[in-house]
Structures are given as structure tokens and as C-alpha cells.
């Protein structure tokens, strides 16, 4: 895909982003954040025991490149197992979303990775989400 092809893809998930909001049967809920800029995506997830993720969504604010990274990687690890999600490296998502395009914010571009690998880490410890552990 090209700068221009990436960008219009970034745009339109920002604006029409997939799985955006909450999920009332969550497993598990981690909220991850870059406090210098402002950007916090909070991802919840359905886990079919052991370990693959049945459903996915994610509620956020910030900037283009953090919801819409969010959304795009919502849509790909839908059915994946926790070994699949874990292999991602930042790199691999940088590259996913367009390095071109998102080179200059990479940490907003990596932080719904960061925050679902968080949430896996949680699920496996036991540290469900309070409303969704009550």
C-alpha cells in the first residue's frame, strides 16, 4: 500500500472505527494510557478457556493514529489465540499499520498492542476487571 492508500485507511477507521465500545460480558478490561500526549485505550476482551479471544472491542481517545490503530487490531486478532497476539511485536504493528504513516508516533501506534498484551497478562494472573469479576 502506499503513504496515501495508509493514511486514507488510518482515517477511516478513525472515523468509522470497528469493535468501539464497551463489552458488557468482558472477561477481562485493561485500560493503557501515554500520559504525555493524552492518548488511553481501554480494551476489553471474551476469552474462550484456555486462551483465544472471541470477541474484542475497545472504547479510547487521543489521535488519529492510537484509535485507529485500536480499531485496526481489534478486527485482526479476532479468533486468535494468545500465542498468536503475544508473537506481534511493535515492530510488526508499526509495519501492519503503515510505517510510512505512522513512523513519527510510534508509541501511539503500539498502544492497543501494549494494552491487549497488558489484558492477557492480566487474564492469565486471575486480575479480572472488577465489573466484570462481579
Known amino acids: 500500500m502506499d503513504r496515501t492508500a495508509l ?5 477511516d477507521h478513525y472515523e468509522h472505527p470497528r469493535n468501539r465500545g464497551s463489552l458488557p ?3 477481562v478490561t485493561q485500560t493503557g ?3 504525555d500526549c493524552g492518548d488511553v485505550v481501554t480494551v476489553y476482551l471474551k476469552i474462550d478457556p484456555p486462551d483465544r479471544v472471541v470477541a474484542i472491542s ?3 481517545q487521543g489521535c488519529t493514529i492510537s484509535q485507529a490503530a485500536a480499531s485496526i487490531l481489534s ?11 503475544e508473537a506481534i511485536t511493535l515492530d510488526e504493528m508499526i509495519d501492519f499499520l503503515g510505517r510510512e504513516a505512522v513512523q513519527t ?3 501511539c501506534a503500539t498502544l492497543a498492542l ?3 498484551k497488558a489484558a492477557i497478562a492480566a487474564y492469565r ?4 476487571c472488577e465489573p466484570c469479576s462481579a
Open 114 to 116: 501494549r494494552t491487549l
Open 7 to 11: 493514511i486514507a485507511r488510518l482515517l
Open 33 to 35: 494510557g501515554i500520559p
Open 75 to 85: 478486527e485482526r486478532v479476532i479468533g486468535s489465540t494468545f500465542a498468536e497476539i
Open 105 to 107: 508516533r510510534p508509541r
Open 25 to 27: 460480558d468482558a472477561d
Open 125 to 128: 494472573r486471575g486480575a479480572y
Open 58 to 60: 475497545f472504547e479510547g
